[in-house]
């Protein structure tokens, strides 16, 4: 743990506790937001092949998870953490574009 700590920059041991919390509750959450949403476009598992429904629900619950992971990170108190990871993911994924570009520290 010790290594996870200093790799995220964490200083104390609760702060990994309600960072775990927060990724579990975010992923638990989007997946079920993402059912309903389905079903409100009108599909399930019943009308279209399990080879389309379950890849269109995985890409779907990207999105939400992003934003709830956000929020959750937000509400715990653990904020700053949470956008620097959500920014190293989009960056990671060549979602970047998608973040307002910062200047970097030799641009300053």
């Given at each position: ?33 993402s ?45 700053k ?28």
């Open positions: 743990m010790e290594k996870l700590k200093q790799r995220w920059g964490i200083t104390h041991n609760y702060q990994l506790v309600v960072i775990f919390i927060v990724f579990a509750v975010t992923g638990s959450t989007s997946a079920y937001i059912k309903p949403v389905l079903a409100y476009m009108g599909l399930s598992k019943n009308d279209i092949s399990l080879w389309l429904y379950y890849p269109l629900y995985i890409i779907l619950i990207f999105p939400f998870y992003q934003v709830l992971l956000v929020f959750f990170g937000f509400i715990s108190g653990q904020f953490f949470f956008w620097a990871f959500e920014k190293r993911m989009l960056r990671t994924l060549g979602l970047g574009f998608l973040l307002r570009d910062e200047p970097s520290q030799g641009d300053k």
